[in-house]
């Protein structure tokens, strides 16, 4: 058997770990729950103001569930990562 292994060290270690976890609030905001968007036509949707750059035309681009406005999925969910809010208005997410 395993003398050595300490459970009380492995408790200890596991609650301070969840303690940490919770102190730092983070969103966990997902875009799997954004409506996806083809792109049909990149010039009505304009820029992705997160790269600032355009719609590629049969490309999915994620719409924001707030406010509608567009973004590339990988820019989005990016974003958010840092930020619960849409970029153009500033809307809360969720
Ligand atoms: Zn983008
Ligand atoms: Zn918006």
């Known amino acids: 058997m395993e003398d050595s292994f300490d459970l009380d060290l492995v408790l200890e270690i596991s609650v301070s770990?969840?303690?940490?976890?919770?102190?730092?609030?983070?969103?966990?905001?997902?875009?799997?729950?954004?409506?996806g968007v083809a792109v049909h036509n990149p010039s009505l949707l304009g820029l992705c103001v997160v790269c600032m750059d355009k719609f590629e035309e049969g490309s999915m681009a994620k719409q924001m569930p707030s406010c509608s406005h567009v973004y590339h999925e990988s820019c989005i969910h990016m974003w958010l990562q840092h930020h619960n809010s849409c970029p153009i208005c500033q809307c809360q997410v969720l």
Do not use: T
């Open 17 to 35: 770990g969840v303690e940490l976890s919770s102190e730092i609030r983070a969103p966990e905001i997902s875009v799997a729950g954004f409506q």
